[in-house]
């Protein structure tokens, strides 16, 4: 019998030198985690549809609507480096109840906000509690579950996708002037995670022993290499996700079938994840990583083929799909010793996300709509070029296992 997920109780207690941190959580908490990235996922997919009922309710123009969700996205960024700073002085439970807690208050103070001053703080309160649940889950997950790490965040992973497909429809049922509601119930549901989403969670975070100096030399540039690789990624991500539908329509497509292709690249990337996980148990990081930035680089040099542009720009959502949760392990592997650079890539990923669509639209400005496939594939190349160094570079170092114990 096992309390832990694919381990008997003996097994996950403590571990030594040199052992693997076991898995830090049970079954159900490991599906509440799943439930938790759905969350986040409709959240962050929520602003968008609301713009026309903000606009209604608050009198904003279209760019004020919009700072909604840069809030939320700064608030993200700032929860993850404010989660980490603490993470080594709280447990892995604190640390995800308090998450939970502050996208329920964020979420529902939103919804009831009376101005637009007050929504703009709390969807900063909410990103806060967002970047927060972010980067607890993706680390809970990036070392509790041992050699399937990679596999269980790719899944964890996925369910954001199942989120952000969820949020609009959910706008789109309540109708526009309706958004409160659907922010109301994202509030309900991170409140009823605060105690249930927690539980079943290991309470203490690792202690990490000292890394030998040879590790440590190679440290500052495996970390860049890795922030590079992050932030190229989440640009040719947002990047497609922003630029597809009007690149589509430049070349002949309707606005209808440009949007729906826009659709599938998002849902090819939530599909991607799924398929990957199987393929995590047989082939490691750095080799999954190698194919998928090849695979997007060609697929984006398809789409200056007008007649598989769509099919190709929903080629890049597949293989860019498992990049995000599959580096995770790796990272942690590489840098053992390095406490928070998980939760620097994970910042620098959101601040990818932030900059790549104008950034890439001032190209867009000097060169024309066509111009697109050109830039996404120059960014994709670089993120290859950045894989194939990173290799080179944990390569040459042997890393040293740190010392992890774990309390119940």
Same mark, same amino acid.
């Given at each position: 019998m096992t309390d832990t997920v694919g381990r008997t109780p003996a097994a996950g207690r403590r571990g030594g030198p040199g052992s693997s941190p076991g898995n830090l959580c049970t079954r159900p908490a490991a599906v509440a985690s799943c439930v938790g990235f759905v969350l986040i996922g409709m959240l962050q997919a929520l602003y968008g549809p609301a713009v026309p009922g903000l606009r209604s309710e608050f009198g904003l123009s279209p760019a004020g609507a919009g700072l909604g969700l840069s809030l939320h996205f700064a608030g993200g960024v700032a929860g993850v480096l404010a989660f980490n700073a603490v993470h080594s002085r709280i447990s892995n439970r604190a640390l995800l109840a308090a998450g939970y807690g502050l996208m329920a208050a964020g979420a529902a103070g939103f919804a009831l906000a009376p101005n637009w001053q007050l929504a703009l703080a709390a969807a900063f309160l909410c990103g806060l509690g967002f970047g927060g649940t972010d980067y607890g889950l993706n680390q809970l997950f990036a070392v509790g579950f041992g050699d399937r790490s990679t596999a269980m965040l790719n899944v964890l992973n996925a369910h954001f996708g199942i989120g952000a497909v969820l949020g609009p429809a959910v706008v789109a049922w309540a109708g526009p002037d309706g958004y409160a509601y659907a922010f109301g119930g994202c509030a309900v549901l991170a409140g009823a995670l605060v105690p249930l989403g927690s539980r079943g969670v290991r309470t203490a975070p690792p202690e990490r022993s000292s890394a030998a100096p040879a590790a440590s030399l190679g440290l500052p540039r495996i970390l860049l290499g890795f922030l590079v690789l992050y932030i190229l990624n989440v640009a040719v991500e947002a990047g497609v996700g922003g630029w597809e539908p009007t690149h589509l329509e430049t070349v002949g497509y309707t606005a209808t079938v440009a949007a729906s292709a826009t659709s599938v690249y998002w849902l090819m990337m939530t599909v991607g994840r799924f398929l990957v996980v199987p393929i995590t148990l047989k082939h490691s990081p750095e080799r999954i990583l190698t194919v998928c930035a090849a695979g997007m680089t060609v697929c984006l040099l398809l789409t200056l083929v007008k007649g598989v542009a769509p099919v190709a720009y929903a080629g890049v959502g597949l293989f860019i799909a498992p990049v995000f949760p599959t580096g995770l392990p790796w990272l942690n592997r590489a840098l053992p010793q390095a406490e928070h650079a998980g939760a620097w890539v994970i910042a620098a990923s959101m601040i990818g996300g932030v900059g790549a669509? =104008?950034? !890439?639209?001032?190209?867009?400005? @000097?060169?024309?709509?066509? #111009?697109? =496939?050109? !830039?996404?594939?120059?960014?994709? @190349?670089?993120?290859?070029? #950045?894989?194939?160094? !990173?290799?080179?570079?944990?390569?040459?170092?042997?890393?040293?296992?740190?010392?992890?114990?774990?309390?119940?």
């Open positions: 669509p =104008p950034l !890439l639209g001032v190209g867009i400005e @000097a060169s024309g709509i066509h #111009a697109v =496939p050109w !830039l996404l594939t120059v960014l994709s @190349a670089a993120s290859l070029l #950045a894989t194939v160094r !990173l290799i080179r570079l944990t390569r040459s170092i042997r890393p040293v296992r740190p010392t992890r114990r774990y309390v119940e």
